[in-house]
T-cell receptor, first 116, second 115 residues
Framework: AQSVAQPEDQVNVAEGNPLTVKCTYS??????LFWYVQYPNRGLQFLLK??????LVKGSYGFEAEFNKSQTSFHLKKPSALVSDSALYFC??????????????FGAGTRLAVHP | SAVISQKPSRDICQRGTSLTIQCQVD?????MFWYRQQPGQSLTLIAT?????????ESGFVIDKFPISRPNLTFSTLTVSNMSPEDSSIYLC????????????FGEGSRLTVL
């Protein structure tokens, strides 16, 4: 079965320090991988995606993610965290059996808390 | 990008009642998706709504409980029927950014509390 795992419920980091939010996946074939962010009382916003090409993907708000096929991981990173990055982050994989439209399977989410 | 408006943004409902959530998109879209986000949990796809045909429901979700309408290419409704406290969730409408892109645009959600 296709699945996404986010092993950390919460990540705490000091402002200015680098951050990593972990994600591993299990999917048939080549994965389409995504990161979304949810700010309080808001819907989800797309951050970045990996479909093919360079393993390091750059996205919105200075975030990037590294696709590692051998470790089946797609960790989200940022070199210097901001307090405003505090939010709920979801990793997702496209269901390869969803045809041409975009059915996504989401991880459980990781709450990022950036402290001043 | 697509701008998605959902109504209501939040509501408190009594057990046994039904509530209809509306989703309006500022552009014509083929597919609309309805997700549920239970408290402290991830998103689960309820169903996919395609204009002009019956919605396709995911395992564990049935039309009698979550009837969906899709009267045109910019609008959809999700009804949560005969609600119980277990239905307390955020319900999110989303649309695809394009076939095979994998990206979705989301509304801000409708937070339902069932007493």
């Amino acid at each position: 079965a296709q699945s996404v795992a986010q092993p950390e419920d919460q990540v705490n980091v000091a402002e200015g320090n680098p951050l990593t939010v972990k994600c591993t996946y299990s999917v048939s074939g080549n994965p389409y991988l995504f990161w979304y962010v949810q700010y309080p009382n808001r819907g989800l916003q797309f951050l970045l995606k990996y479909i093919t090409g360079d393993n390091l993907v750059k996205g919105s708000y200075g975030f990037e993610a590294e696709f590692n096929k051998s470790q089946t991981s797609f960790h989200l990173k940022k070199p210097s965290a901001l307090v405003s990055d505090s939010a709920l982050y979801f990793c997702a994989v496209r269901d390869p059996f969803s045809g041409g439209y975009n059915k996504l399977i989401f991880g459980a989410g990781t709450r990022l808390a950036v402290h001043p | 990008s697509a701008v998605i408006s959902q109504k209501p943004s939040r509501d408190i409902c009594q057990r046994g009642t039904s509530l209809t959530i509306q989703c309006q998109v500022d552009s014509q879209v083929t597919m609309m998706f309805w997700y549920r986000q239970q408290p402290g949990q991830s998103l689960t796809l309820i169903a996919t709504a395609n204009q002009g045909s019956e919605a396709t429901y995911e395992s564990g979700f049935v039309i009698d409980k979550f009837p969906i309408s899709r009267p045109n290419l910019t609008f959809s409704t999700l009804t949560v029927s005969n609600m119980s406290p277990e239905d307390s969730s955020i319900y999110l409408c989303s649309v695809t950014a394009g076939i095979n892109t994998g990206e979705l645009f989301f509304g801000e959600g409708s937070r339902l509390t069932v007493l």
